[in-house]
């Protein structure tokens, strides 16, 4: 998160009305609800997930043993196996 002087980007009537609530102190301004990302979205990691999850899907459909694929993915049984059964 990167903080912002509010003099610098803010109208200097709208810095005055704050300073009526908060001086010297960090406010936090949150995205509006439909800007904003879930998790993983902004650096990718999301989309390589669903890559990898959907990887471990084909391996597992052609033959590849449960066992098998936690090892080659560094994975526990459990987490395959929830891998394997979502929908």
């Given at each position: 998160?990167?903080?912002?002087?509010?003099?610098?980007?803010?109208?200097?009537?709208?810095?005055?009305?704050?300073?009526?609530?908060?001086?010297?102190?960090?406010?936090?301004?949150?995205?509006?609800?439909?800007?904003?990302?879930?998790?993983?979205?902004?650096?990718?990691?999301?989309?390589?997930?669903?890559?990898?999850?959907?990887?471990?899907?084909?391996?597992?459909?052609?033959?590849?043993?449960?066992?098998?694929?936690?090892?080659?993915?560094?994975?526990?049984l459990y987490t395959i196996r929830k891998i394997i059964y979502?929908?």
């Amino acid at each position: 998160m990167k903080y912002w002087n509010a003099q610098e980007i803010l109208p200097e009537a709208l810095v005055n009305e704050l300073q009526n609530y908060v001086q010297g102190e960090y406010i936090y301004v949150p995205v509006e609800p439909k800007q904003q990302k879930r998790w993983g979205e902004v650096s990718g990691y999301r989309r390589e997930l669903e890559q990898r999850n959907q990887k471990i899907k084909e391996e597992y459909r052609i033959g590849i043993s449960q066992e098998c694929l936690a090892e080659k993915y560094s994975l526990s049984l459990y987490t395959i196996r929830k891998i394997i059964y979502q929908k």
